[in-house]
């Protein structure tokens, strides 16, 4: 099982949102041993803004900015659980991962992502949380994961929140070793393929990368 835990927190290994994360990965460590865990912390990384060329529709994830994005894009690819983490700013995930996000929109079109399980965890100071869960769950089932669950609160319950993001480590392992399915999710998917296959037909030749994408995979 391999492991690839995201980190958008501007405060590196000390951010608070990642202290929570690896909770539920010495959970995972202590049910799995053979699981192979990566951390990318997106502070210590370049990415720059999505400029909107539409270059990585036309030939797949290529990309004129010349930064981090795409070594961390096919480590996403290769791993089969994605774990998000960011501090909620203003309601949202922290700047620096909805860049990376922004740069990723192919999985979305070709959900290239799918047969892979996620979880996301976010803290605030004291304020709304939640939405930030609901963001993350929204974006990776759009790209194809499988959504085990997430951890979200306020600083004050950080020992409860630690305690909950150890059971969703397990959760993560179930998941993984018994292949589980979450219809209501995998039923969405579908929905959404049926949305983008008129998207794909209608611009084979300005998407022409997708196009071919969905070609292989018989989905059109």
């Given at each position: 099982m391999k492991i690839l835990c995201i980190s958008g927190s501007p405060r590196g290994k000390q951010s608070n949102t990642?202290?929570?994360?690896?909770?539920?990965?010495?959970?995972?460590?202590?049910?799995?041993?053979g699981a192979a865990i990566e951390c990318v912390h997106l502070s210590d990384?370049?990415?720059k803004y999505c400029i909107g060329c539409g270059l990585c529709h036309k030939d797949l994830l290529k990309c004129p900015l010349r930064d981090d994005v795409r070594d961390i894009l096919q480590k996403m690819l290769e791993a089969d659980v994605i774990m998000f983490a960011s501090p909620v700013y203003i309601n949202h995930i922290s700047a620096q991962?909805?860049?990376?996000?922004?740069?990723?929109?192919p999985f979305i079109h070709c959900q290239m992502l799918l047969g892979k399980y996620g979880a996301a965890f976010a803290t605030?100071?004291?304020?709304?949380?939640?939405?930030?869960?609901?963001?993350?769950?929204?974006y990776m089932i759009s790209c194809g994961i499988q959504y085990v669950g997430g951890v979200s609160g306020p600083m004050s319950e950080f020992d409860a929140l630690k305690e909950r993001a150890r059971s969703l480590g397990a959760q993560i392992v179930e998941a993984v070793r018994e292949g589980k399915k979450f219809p209501d999710q995998l039923a969405?998917?579908?929905?959404?393929?049926?949305?983008?296959?008129d998207a794909i037909s209608s611009r084979k030749e300005q998407w022409a990368g997708e196009y071919g994408y969905?070609?292989?995979?018989?989905w059109l």
């Open positions: 990642f202290k929570l994360t690896e909770e539920a990965l010495i959970e995972i460590k202590s049910q799995y041993a990384k370049d990415v991962l909805k860049a990376l996000l922004d740069r990723s929109s605030s100071g004291g304020g709304p949380h939640v939405m930030v869960l609901d963001y993350l769950e929204d969405i998917m579908e929905v959404r393929r049926r949305f983008f296959k969905w070609r292989e995979k018989g």
